[in-house]
């Protein structure tokens, strides 16, 4: 997985508009993808999956893109809500029987009210 | 909430002491996941048991051991600590044996400290 680091990217959004959180991922073998957002003092909370048979899914509130020719990934959140303020992490399985996830660097949501 | 329960919540110790971490996985979740989350490395993988048995192994120190039990509760075990083993530790569920279409669904995590 990526490093995290001191310097996590940061993106602040207005309350009510809409938020895009962009993921680059490494391997054209993964299948499936994850995002998760983790507040202050709590684990990652699971929001919304995708496997690489579909390009887009929609949530409540939350669409996850898949872009597999470039290997992107990317979250958008709609009227973006204080509550929303946390750090996004995006997730890959890479596939092959592999079991296990590596995360990207993560990408803190601020949200201006 | 999740459903993972991890305990304890936060841990203080010293250098060369050995620690225990526990975690309860999601009711039917028969996989649980180990990482490690610190600042200059992000979250990382550690390990991963599977009704009771070892199934995938991460960026796991020989120093660190994990167990799961028959009841599918797991422990991390640390020891000989280290000033860079100081993290957050955190402990995810699934219900089957792989990542490649179950999401994990994490515990709130135990903060450890060594001084």
């Known amino acids: ?113 | 909430d999740s459903g993972v329960t991890q305990t304890p919540k936060h841990l203080i110790t010293a250098t060369g002491q050995r620690v225990t971490l526990r975690c309860s996985p999601r009711s039917g979740d028969l996989s649980v996941y180990w990482y490690q989350q610190s600042l200059d490395q992000g979250l990382q993988f550690l390990i991963q048991y599977y009704n009771g048995e070892e199934r995938a192994k991460g960026n796991i120190l020989e120093r660190f051991s994990a167990q799961q039990f028959p009841d599918l509760h797991s422990e991390l075990n640390l020891s000989s600590l280290e000033l860079g083993d100081s993290a957050l530790y955190f402990c995810a569920s699934s219900v089957g044996p792989g990542a490649s279409n179950q999401p994990q669904h994490f515990g709130d995590g135990t903060r450890l400290s060594i001084l």
């Open chain 1, 1 to 113: 997985g990526e490093s995290v680091g001191l310097h996590l990217p940061t993106l602040s959004v207005q309350e009510g508009d809409n938020s895009i959180i962009n993921c680059a991922y490494s391997n054209s073998a993964s299948d499936y993808f994850i995002w998760y957002k983790q507040e202050s003092g709590k684990g990652p909370q699971f929001i919304i999956d995708i496997r690489s048979n579909m390009d887009k899914r929609q949530g409540q509130r939350v669409t996850v893109l898949l872009n597999k020719t470039v290997k992107h990934l990317s979250l958008q959140i709609a009227a973006t809500q204080p509550g929303d303020s946390a750090v996004y992490f995006c997730a890959e399985n890479s596939g092959a029987g592999s079991y296990q996830l590596t995360f990207g660097k993560g990408t803190k949501l601020s949200v201006i009210p």
